[in-house]
């Protein structure tokens, strides 16, 4: 089975710093998609990011980046020039496209963005 | 603008009640989704439905069933409410081919006393 490993339960990060929270992810399958969600105290799921495994290029979105290792099974989520909006929870996932395809979450990391 | 709506932010049930957990979505997606979310554990999927009527069973459906009598609308329930039912649950919805681009509702946070 398909399992997402976020090692850092809690991140902090001073406002306008980097910050970079980790994904480790387990699978055989070839083909998927990776994702970084943010939920923030609202509670909404937003989408942060999404990166498909074919493409070697790394997905950015504005201030967030990812960074892509296939072999290492790696995807950890960059965060430039922090804000105070950005403080939330982190949820990484993956899904397959070649079995039951469902989304599979890690745990979550809870950034703090300190003024 | 898309919307998964879950009828209740919060709800407040006690111990052995017969709980519903209503999810409703416009934007005529085939695959909807019930989430349990936990501090520590992530989320997990309870169970989740393809088709009208069509259900299946996700990695903890235990305690739970589903009901999907129209497209739009698909609903959690917890045949005798237990404490450790506690817990927020998300409802999410995506098109048949499309499992990767998934809505979310805001969340239902259970309390079980």
């Known amino acids: 089975a398909q399992t997402v490993t976020q090692s850092q339960p809690e991140m902090s990060v001073q406002e306008a710093e980097t910050v970079t929270l980790s994904c480790t992810y387990d699978?055989?399958?070839?083909?998927?998609?990776l994702f970084w969600y943010k939920q923030p105290p609202s509670r909404q799921m937003i989408l942060v990011i999404r990166?498909?495994?074919?493409?070697?290029q790394n997905a950015t979105e504005n201030r967030f980046s990812v960074n892509f290792q296939k072999a290492a099974k790696s995807f950890s989520l960059k965060i430039s020039d922090s804000q105070l909006g950005d403080a939330a929870m982190y949820f990484c996932?993956?899904?397959?496209?070649?079995?039951?395809?469902?989304?599979?979450f890690g745990k979550g990391t809870k950034l703090t963005v300190n003024p | 603008d898309v919307k998964v709506t879950q009828s209740s932010r919060y709800l407040v049930k006690r111990t052995g009640e017969k709980v519903f957990l209503e999810c409703v979505q416009d934007?005529?997606?085939?695959?909807m989704f019930w989430y349990r979310q936990d501090p520590g554990l992530g989320l997990r999927l309870i169970y989740f439905?393809?088709?009208?009527?069509?259900?299946e069973k996700g990695d903890i459906p235990e305690g739970y069933s589903v009901s999907r009598e129209k497209k739009e609308r698909f609903s959690l329930i917890l045949e005798s409410a237990s404490t450790n039912q506690t817990s927020m649950y998300l409802c999410?919805?995506?098109?048949?081919?499309?499992?990767?681009?998934?809505?979310f509702g805001s969340g239902t946070q259970l309390s079980v006393l």
């Open positions: 999410a919805s995506s098109l048949l081919h499309q499992r990767e681009k998934l809505f």
């Open positions: 699978t055989s399958e070839s083909d998927y998609y």
């Open positions: 990166q498909e495994a074919y493409k070697q």
């Open positions: 996932a993956y899904i397959g496209l070649g079995g039951s395809e469902k989304l599979v």
């Open positions: 934007m005529d997606h085939e695959n």
């Open positions: 439905s393809y088709d009208v009527k069509m259900k």
